[in-house]
């Protein structure tokens, strides 16, 4: 645990250090990347989703002699609906949730805390568990300035600080997708065994996870991972693996030899990944906070209680019994 608490705060220390230093970098602005950008061939010219062009007709630089595929153009083009779609993503799937959580209720403790720790997560589990979940959350929310501010901010804020803020985003944008590339690649690796579909977790999606208070209530059968983990896991490893290699192939063109086609192909991947990403984190985020009683500790102390396993993981529980470990 105390392991946990040091790495965690090396992390956070690390994002707040890096974040006062762009900050301090803000004061030299680009002012291109918030006003309609300007049509000219530029060597080496990729397409940005910086303010995201009014007229995104993305020039061939000489050096690739290559007609840009006018579909991908037309689904970049749609910049109101890319807008739309990242919001809605975020606001959206919370105000959905919002609504489930006021008609439905929480999930309880059936027989509240019995007070008995099992150790749930390994304190290495956990630190990079934040060491993704952090900068992921900070790439959704500066992403969605990048890609939809224009619509939703900069008519509410004046064009210092909408510069600012684009700046500002763009900047954490790219040194987010450092720490986030670590954890996203130590949390698939790591965790990936233990999130194998078992034929029971039909059963946990027919009921809802057991999560509906209306009715007979329900406590499908879970192993360590129940079936709505084992999703979000695998869509985040699918996605996030998209968003990931898109990324980079945007960020390091020369070093990828990514052509334009192919950078506008990796722009309209990356933003349908941040979508289905960004509305399952949101889901994921209410599960351990709000819906279910005693969830979170798991992701902070590393441990669960006693009836949290038995209620949510009985199958996990009963293997833990099982080999003497509780
Ligand atoms: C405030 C934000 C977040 C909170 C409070 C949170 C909380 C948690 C908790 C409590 C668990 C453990 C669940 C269990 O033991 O059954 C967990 C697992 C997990 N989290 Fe998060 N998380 C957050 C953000 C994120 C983000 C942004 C990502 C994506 C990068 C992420 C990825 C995962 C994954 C892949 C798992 C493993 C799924 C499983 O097997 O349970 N989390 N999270």
Same mark, same amino acid.
């Not at 684009?166 to 954890?183: C, D, R, T, W």
């Not at 030899?257 to 349908?272: D, P, Q, Y």
């Given at each position: ?18 974040? #006062? ?22 060597s ?26 006018e579909?991908l153009l037309? #689904? ?8 739309f ?6 606001f ?9 959580? *006021? ?13 008995? @720790? ?34 939703y901010?900069?008519p509410?804020m004046?064009?210092?600080s909408?510069s600012?803020? *684009?700046?500002?985003?763009? =900047? @954490? ?10 954890? #996203?690649v ?24 057991? #999560? ?14 129940n ?25 390091f063109? /020369?070093t ?18 941040t *979508? ?15 819906? =279910? /009683? ?15 396993? +038995? ?10 019994? +099982?080999?003497?470990?509780v």
């Open positions: 645990m105390s392991k946990a608490i040091r790495w965690l705060s090396l992390i956070v220390l690390g994002l707040f250090a890096s974040s #006062y230093a762009l900050a301090e970098e803000t004061a030299t602005l680009q002012p291109q990347q918030w006003q309609t950008i300007q049509e000219h061939a530029i080496g010219d990729i397409p940005e989703i910086r303010g995201l062009p009014t007229q995104p007709e993305l020039l061939m630089p000489a050096s690739i002699p290559q007609q840009a595929d579909s037309g #689904y970049l083009g749609a910049t109101d609906t890319i807008a779609a990242l919001f809605a993503s975020l959206g799937v919370t105000a959905l949730f919002i609504l489930f959580v *006021v008609v439905n209720g929480v999930s309880k403790l059936d027989h509240g805390f019995s007070g008995k @720790l099992i150790k749930r997560w390994s304190g290495l589990s956990v630190s990079v568990h934040w060491l993704g979940a952090i900068p992921c959350i900070l790439l959704i929310l500066t992403g969605l300035v990048l890609g939809g501010g224009r619509f901010f900069e509410g004046n064009a210092g909408w600012a803020l *684009v700046g500002l985003s763009s =900047s @954490l944008h790219e040194l987010m997708a450092f720490p986030f590339i670590l954890g #996203y130590l949390m698939v690796l790591m965790w990936a065994p233990k999130q194998f579909p078992a034929s029971y977790d039909l059963k946990w999606f027919a009921v809802l996870g057991g #999560y509906i208070n209306f009715g007979k209530k329900q406590h499908p059968d879970a192993g360590f991972a079936a709505g983990e084992k999703l979000w896991f695998w869509v985040f490893a699918l996605f996030g693996g998209v968003m990931v290699v898109s990324g980079l192939a945007m960020m063109p /020369e990828y030899g990514v052509t334009k086609n192919t950078a506008n192909l990796m722009l309209v991947l990356h933003i349908a990944s *979508v289905i990403i960004s509305a399952f984190s949101v889901v994921h985020i209410f599960m351990a906070t709000v819906m =279910s /009683e005693g969830g979170m500790s798991n992701m902070t102390s590393g441990y669960c209680d006693e009836n949290w396993a +038995k209620q949510h993981h009985n199958l996990w529980f009963a293997d833990l019994k +099982k080999a003497g470990k």
